[in-house]
């Protein structure tokens, strides 16, 4: 059966691969997995049809069968757990494949969305500029220790997997700052995740889809 997720209509970024359908588009197609879109406006996602998708009225989520899934991590893992090539094989570097996976979600993403909504929804404010600083420097201490870590490595544990998927998107939402650009290890990971094909197909597609509307 052909997986069907659900995508903004109209994407606030115009497409730039910002938004999490991303990581799924992404991840499906690294696998080689057919899917198909449901795109959804800000208003039908509030709606009860997808609310039954998502109770948070957010995108994406993932519909195969009868399963119905949403947050883009568990839907990763989802895909990663039923098709080869984006968890290894080796139970011990799987598990911590997965915990790369935690890692972007829970420890990476957290400053770095503070950061991004702080810099696009409270600049006006007066406290903003004082702010600020603060925020940025709570990113930077995440983005040295993970470049301490990748070291000179091309992924962060062996081979390519589901967490360097996951981390690279997390890293693409500081892209408009140009804060990664102080990390150059991390910004030349990043590079290198955009040129793999699976990377270009995904983003081709959702790009396509904001450029003609
Ligand atoms: N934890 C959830 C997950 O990982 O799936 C978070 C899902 C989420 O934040 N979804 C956002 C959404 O539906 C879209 S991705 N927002 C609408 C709403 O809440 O009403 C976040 C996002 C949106 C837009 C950009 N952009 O344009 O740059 C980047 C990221």
Do not use: C
């Amino acid at each position: 059966m052909t997986p069907t997720i659900t995508a903004f209509e109209r994407s606030p970024d115009g497409g730039k691969g910002l938004a999490r359908d991303m990581r799924v588009r992404w991840a499906l197609e690294e696998v080689g997995q057919p899917y198909e879109v449901r795109y959804v406006s800000f208003a039908a996602m509030k709606q009860p049809a997808h609310r039954g998708r998502n109770p948070f009225g957010q995108i994406p989520t993932y519909e195969d069968g009868g399963l119905v899934l949403f947050e883009s991590g568990a839907i990763i893992f989802h895909i990663a757990g039923r098709h080869a090539g984006l968890l290894p094989a080796d139970a011990d570097a799987r598990a911590r494949a997965i915990a790369w996976m935690f890692a972007a979600v829970s420890t990476v993403e957290p400053p770095i969305l503070e950061f991004a909504s702080a810099w696009l929804f409270e600049s006006p404010q007066s406290w903003a500029a004082e702010r600020m600083p603060m925020l940025e420097e709570r990113v930077h201490v995440r983005l040295r220790d993970l470049s301490a870590r990748l070291g000179e490595a091309e992924w962060l544990d062996g081979n390519f997997s589901a967490g360097d998927l996951m981390m690279v998107h997390v890293l693409q939402r500081l892209a408009p700052s140009g804060m990664l650009a102080k990390h150059p290890s991390l910004a030349a990971y990043v590079a290198r995740a955009e040129a793999r094909p699976a990377y270009r197909r995904a983003f081709a597609a959702q790009y396509a889809v904001n450029a003609a509307a």
